[in-house]
């Protein structure tokens, strides 16, 4: 079935360093990436997504990037700050679904130090 | 307005009880979903409802049962629950539909606890 691996588990990094965490995923026909932060006991939250006609996005400090042809995506953090630490989770949409339905990473937990 | 609102935010219910959990957007979503989290993992997909009908079973237990009353409403009706069922669990509704992929939000999440 489908599945979507993502490295690393955990990551620090010191503030003001960047920070990198990678994705693939099985499905070549997955058309739809977004990228969730995930505080402690909160839900959640889509920070930025990409579609498979496009190559990398940005906003702000975040970008995220797409090979097709790899089947890969990345997230990209810079001059990182301590209210960045949280787990982040990678999604794929399988194209075979109607419905919305997300195929998640296992997560990176990203630890910023002052 | 981009909420999912779900009730109750904490439940604490013995084995044999029966409980419900709830969720409701008003952003006129047509799909919404049922997840469980649980800590340090990642949201594990239970139901999909499209257009209010059952669209995809991850092969739950029958001891957890959903109802979609209207498209605004999501229910969970939770019966003879097993202490590994604790969990965080999530509402999210999206779009659904179409091939481009909608964004899916989450609701804050019920924390279940079975004692």
């Known amino acids: 079935g489908e599945n979507v691996e993502q490295h690393p588990s955990t990551l620090s990094v010191q503030e003001g360093d960047s920070a990198v965490i990678k994705c693939t995923y099985s499905?070549?026909?997955?058309?739809?990436f977004p990228w969730y932060k995930q505080e402690l006991g909160k839900r959640p939250q889509l920070i930025i997504d990409?579609?498979?006609?496009?190559g990398e996005k940005k906003d702000q400090r975040i970008a995220v990037t797409l090979n097709k042809t790899a089947k890969h995506f990345s997230l990209h953090i810079t001059e990182t700050q301590p209210e960045d630490s949280a787990v982040y989770f990678c999604?794929?949409?399988?194209?075979?679904?109607?419905?919305?339905?997300?195929?998640f990473g296992t997560g990176t937990r990203l630890q910023v130090f002052p | 307005d981009t909420e999912v609102t779900q009730t109750p935010k904490h439940l604490v219910m013995g084995m044999t009880n029966k409980k419900s959990l709830k969720c409701e957007q008003h952003?006129?979503?047509?799909?919404m979903y049922w997840y469980k989290q649980k800590a340090k993992k990642p949201p594990e997909l239970m139901f999909v409802y499209s257009y209010e009908k059952l669209s995809i079973n991850e092969s739950v237990p029958s001891r957890f049962s959903p109802e979609c009353p209207n498209s605004s409403l999501l229910n969970l009706h939770l019966h003879a629950l097993q202490p590994e069922d604790s969990a965080l669990y999530l509402c999210?509704?999206?779009?659904?539909?179409?091939?481009?992929?909608?964004?899916?939000?989450f609701g804050e999440g019920s924390w279940l606890t079975v004692v």
């Open positions: 999604a794929a949409r399988p194209r075979s679904y109607n419905t919305d339905k997300l195929i």
């Open positions: 499905d070549s026909a997955s058309n739809y």
């Open positions: 999210a509704s999206s779009q659904g539909g179409g091939s481009s992929g909608n964004t899916i939000y």
């Open positions: 990409i579609r498979s006609n496009v």
């Open positions: 952003m006129g979503h047509r799909a």
